[in-house]
């Protein structure tokens, strides 16, 4: 199966707050990462957090870690119409952590 | 800087033809790796590099050679084109050491 899983689509209105969750399998993860990517772009890292860290704010973004149960959610707080794209979640592998192991996105819409 | 700058960004290739995607960072990263993005399956690892001369698989190498003669580029060659390399292919690079990995704006490829 999948080493990363996330839900397809999420629709949100506009100054709602989206959770967009992902699940992962392998516990010995470095990193985890959340990544944008808006139509015809590439992916613009937005945040991540060490493995050993249970949650992380940046601004508007919360990541929150359950090691437990390998999962990994991003909340975006006053979601706007601009926040509109698909997001990746993806893990760390490897020595150097050099390999990624992404998710398969969730499309997020932000409806006025 | 210009960051990760991969060309072309579109190209149509008959089954069989061959090909390279450039890809090119002045960012003086060591680290590098070609990724494919398919519908619903989020990015697949093709070849990675962690520094000039060093190259590995990834995923789904299978079709594809790279090579690292320089630290700036990390080409992508697909030997004989077949249909089931139809997708999005994404360059990225990072620095030793760093959390995050910086994307290029994709190469669409259509094998027809």
């Known amino acids: 199966g999948e080493d990363v899983e996330q839900s397809l689509f999420l629709s949100v209105r506009e100054g709602d707050s989206s959770v967009i969750n992902c699940t992962y399998t392998d516990s010995s993860s470095t990193y985890l990462y959340w990544y944008k990517q808006e139509p015809g772009a590439g992916l613009q890292l937005l945040t991540y957090i060490f493995s050993n860290m249970d949650m992380k704010q940046d601004q508007r973004l919360t990541v929150l870690l359950n090691k437990k149960d390998k999962h990994l959610s991003l909340r975006i707080a006053d979601t706007q119409t601009g926040d509109s794209a698909i997001y990746f979640c993806?893990?760390?592998?490897?020595?150097?952590?050099?390999?990624?192991?992404f998710g398969g996105g969730t499309r997020v819409l932000v409806k006025p | 800087n210009a960051g990760v700058t991969q060309t072309p960004k579109f190209q149509v290739l008959k089954t069989g033809q061959s090909m390279t995607l450039q890809c090119a960072q002045d960012m003086n990263h060591e680290y590098m790796s070609w990724y494919r993005q398919d519908p619903g399956m989020g990015l697949r690892l093709i070849h990675y590099s962690v520094g000039a001369g060093i190259t590995d698989q990834g995923e789904v190498p299978n079709g594809y050679n790279v090579s690292r003669s320089t630290t700036e580029d990390f080409p992508l060659r697909l030997l004989s084109a077949a249909p089931s390399q139809t997708s999005v292919y994404f360059c990225?690079?990072?620095?030793?050491?760093?959390?995050?990995?910086?994307f290029g704006s994709g190469t669409r490829l259509t094998v027809v």
């Open positions: 993806a893990e760390s592998k490897g020595a150097a952590g050099n390999k990624l192991t």
């Open positions: 990225a690079s990072r620095e030793q050491g760093a959390s995050g990995y910086t």
